[in-house]
């Protein structure tokens, strides 16, 4: 499994931005998908899961209802959609393929982990 977390930036408070995770080697169809991000100084911490058929989604308390997580089998992509951006936000995100189908929200869950993307959110 090679995943490819993309579609971080800068961003002023407030502002949208939508993360992708490609499975460059389509092996996590059948796979939950998680979203996990670090802040500088700070662990790696959940944001939001997908199980494998896209039909359950489990987000933190901190991002419930800002962020909303889709994924396309067809083309094994998940995307992370994030709305009304704030400082706090801020970290390298990752994208990390589940050992299972479940939407798992603990980082013992995940087997694969992609590169990061960085986002920035200016106050």
């Known amino acids: 499994v090679q995943l490819q977390a993309s579609g971080g930036g800068l961003v002023q408070a407030g502002g949208s931005l939508r993360l992708s995770c490609a499975d460059s080697?389509?092996?996590?169809?059948?796979?939950?998908v998680g979203w996990f991000r670090q802040a500088p100084g700070k662990e790696r911490e959940f944001v939001g899961a997908?199980?494998?058929?896209?039909?359950?989604?489990t987000y933190s308390d901190s991002v419930k209802g800002r962020f909303t997580i889709a994924r396309d089998r067809a083309k094994n992509t998940v995307w992370l959609q994030m709305n009304n951006l704030n400082p706090e936000d801020t970290g390298v995100y990752y994208c990390?393929?589940?050992?299972?189908?479940?939407?798992?929200?603990?980082?013992?869950?995940?087997?694969?982990w992609g590169q990061g993307t960085q986002v920035t959110v200016s106050s």
């Open positions: 990390a393929s589940s050992l299972n189908s479940g939407a798992n929200s603990r980082r013992d869950g995940y087997r694969y």
């Open positions: 080697r389509r092996t996590f169809s059948n796979n939950g």
């Open positions: 997908v199980n494998w058929n896209g039909g359950y989604t």
